[in-house]
């Protein structure tokens, strides 16, 4: 893949380069026509392993976010927690799970889960926390309880900054759903993984490409969600 790098040599260096590159990317392409099941498996679990644990972060770890929002200082000490969390590696978290779960799919939902947790955690604290009192005061002085308050003004008000966390949540969880390949997981760092075991340029590409257009498509999908959602004082 370096044959695509920028680079300051002669004219004819950089015109073979570029020749290179549209070479090795159709290679890639030409690979994935002729091994279309197999590809289309791995697309089929990358996507299975990052929606499946996408979704289970979300009902752990909204909850927990809204609790944070509400516990003062012992939400503020959860939130410092749960961002020093986020330095810890992808493939670090795979493989402390190993000898609790073992190889396979298991291990690998459970730390993309685990991994998508802070971002989630961060930004229903952060969008909670800062929804405007007066909206809150405007909306008890209408005779609404706490619950109502919750469900019709403090959690829609909330709502783009929720997405945000979950649009985070979405890039991290796709990039390292990658890295399941790791332990037996499948999906298309498969593909990655080969290609660094056979040196195989074409085999990353086949696994790289791909992760990134869905990355690409999760980011973009939410955040015009995101934007959406977003009031327009507030945007």
């Known amino acids: 893949m370096w044959y ?3 680079t300051h040599r002669v004219l004819g260096g950089r015109v073979e380069r ?4 549209v070479e090795l990317l159709a290679e890639s392409w030409q690979y994935i026509l002729d091994n279309q099941d197999r590809f289309g498996e791995a697309v089929v679990v990358h996507l299975r392993l990052s ?36 330095v810890v590696p992808s493939l670090a978290v795979l493989f ?12 690998a939902l459970i730390a993309l889960t685990l991994l998508a947790g802070p971002a989630l955690v961060i930004n229903t604290d952060a969008g909670l926390r800062n929804v405007d009192p007066v909206a809150l005061e405007s909306a008890r002085g209408l005779g609404m309880n706490a619950f109502q308050v919750f469900t019709r003004v403090q959690l829609p008000l909330a709502v783009p900054v929720v997405i945000a966390g979950i649009r985070t949540a979405s890039v991290e969880v796709i990039g390292s759903a990658t890295l399941a390949a790791f ?10 993984t080969s290609g660094l075991t056979l040196l195989d340029e074409r085999l990353l590409l086949v696994g790289a490409i791909p992760v990134t257009l869905l990355t690409l498509g999760a980011e973009s999908a939410l955040g015009g969600l995101e934007r959406r959602l977003t009031p327009p004082d507030a945007a």
Do not use: D, K, N
């Open 4 to 6: 695509c790098l920028p």
């Open 18 to 21: 570029r020749a290179r590159c």
């Open 51 to 86: 929606i499946i644990a996408l979704l289970a972060a979300i009902a752990i770890f909204f909850p927990i976010g809204v609790l944070a929002s509400r516990s003062g200082r012992a939400g503020a000490a959860l939130i410092g927690v749960v961002s020093a969390a986020r």
């Open 96 to 107: 402390l799970l190993l000898p609790f779960f073992g190889l396979g799919e298991r291990p």
């Open 183 to 192: 332990i037996g997981a499948g999906g298309l760092g498969t593909f990655i």
